[in-house]
């Protein structure tokens, strides 16, 4: 039975932590703010910089500069869940060794095959992976280029996903490449051609169907990507 001696003593220990949990809370919340206030977007980073920053913002590098980017928006959400979910069944039901990531993972894009943190300058969140060397994959994301990446559109990252990233992606040698639009309920799909550019690109609307060829054209029903 606690005495009104030993109640006080443990409300007054619950009242500390209890500060210092707040005031732990606003030594973050700071920190994260002055560690966005110095980061300067017209400096040239790599990813040795990039693991530094221990905040909650996203971010992208794209040849070193940072690029951010607000969260998704309910339909951009929705249809990246849809999709996932079609991927994964396709190759659950073939038993593929490929797997299926979505934001936020790490892409690490290396060139000339230099692969430590310092050399590295680019580093994406692609809306959605597909990756069947599993060796690219390692404890912080992917370092190399996936098999498939998909791109949904949105009003903030809509030019760079069809310029910036069209052109990584293809240097990258990315064998297929979706850029998807939620409002129009569209895909514009790209291949790899044998002289490592990317086709013109074909688009799937309506109520069709769309065709995964890195699975050998296993098709995904349009009404099961775009919400209704």
């Given at each position: 039975?606690?005495?009104?001696?030993?109640?006080?003593?443990?409300?007054?220990?619950?009242?500390?932590?209890?500060?210092?949990?707040?005031?732990?809370?606003?030594?973050?919340?700071?920190?994260?703010?002055?560690?966005?206030?110095?980061?300067?977007?017209?400096?040239?980073?790599?990813?040795?910089d990039?693991?530094?920053w221990?905040?909650?913002?996203?971010?992208?590098?794209?040849?070193?500069?940072?690029?951010?980017?607000?969260?998704?928006?309910?339909?951009?959400?929705?249809?990246?869940?849809?999709?996932?979910?079609?991927?994964?069944?396709?190759?659950?039901?073939?038993?593929?060794?490929?797997?299926?990531?979505y934001?936020?993972?790490?892409?690490?894009?290396?060139?000339?095959?230099?692969?430590?943190?310092?050399?590295?300058?680019?580093?994406?969140?692609?809306?959605?992976?597909?990756?069947?060397?599993?060796?690219?994959?390692?404890?912080?994301?992917?370092?190399?280029?996936?098999?498939?990446i998909?791109?949904?559109?949105?009003?903030?990252?809509?030019?760079?996903?069809?310029?910036?990233?069209?052109?990584?992606?293809?240097?990258?040698?990315?064998?297929?490449?979706?850029?998807?639009y939620?409002?129009?309920?569209?895909?514009?799909?790209?291949?790899?051609?044998?002289?490592?550019?990317?086709?013109?690109?074909?688009?799937?609307?309506?109520?069709?169907?769309?065709?995964?060829?890195?699975?050998?054209?296993?098709?995904?029903?349009?009404?099961?990507?775009?919400?209704?």
């Amino acid at each position: 039975m606690f005495t009104t001696s030993s109640k006080k003593q443990k409300t007054n220990f619950f009242c500390i932590t209890l500060n210092l949990y707040y005031l732990c809370s606003i030594i973050h919340d700071e920190k994260r703010a002055e560690m966005e206030l110095t980061l300067d977007l017209n400096k040239r980073y790599t990813y040795a910089d990039y693991l530094t920053w221990m905040d909650d913002v996203r971010r992208e590098l794209i040849e070193g500069f940072i690029k951010l980017f607000p969260a998704p928006r309910p339909a951009h959400a929705e249809v990246s869940y849809n999709i996932t979910w079609n991927l994964g069944a396709i190759l659950k039901k073939n038993k593929g060794k490929c797997k299926v990531y979505y934001a936020p993972f790490d892409v690490r894009l290396p060139k000339n095959g230099e692969t430590a943190h310092n050399k590295i300058y680019t580093v994406v969140q692609p809306d959605i992976c597909v990756i069947c060397d599993l060796t690219k994959i390692d404890s912080r994301g992917c370092c190399g280029a996936p098999d498939m990446i998909i791109e949904i559109i949105s009003p903030s990252t809509g030019k760079r996903d069809f310029t910036d990233k069209f052109v990584l992606y293809e240097e990258a040698g990315v064998k297929e490449y979706w850029i998807v639009y939620p409002d129009s309920k569209a895909i514009t799909v790209f291949l790899l051609q044998d002289d490592g550019k990317y086709d013109a690109g074909c688009v799937f609307e309506l109520e069709g169907q769309v065709p995964v060829h890195i699975f050998g054209g296993t098709p995904i029903d349009l009404d099961d990507i775009f919400p209704v």
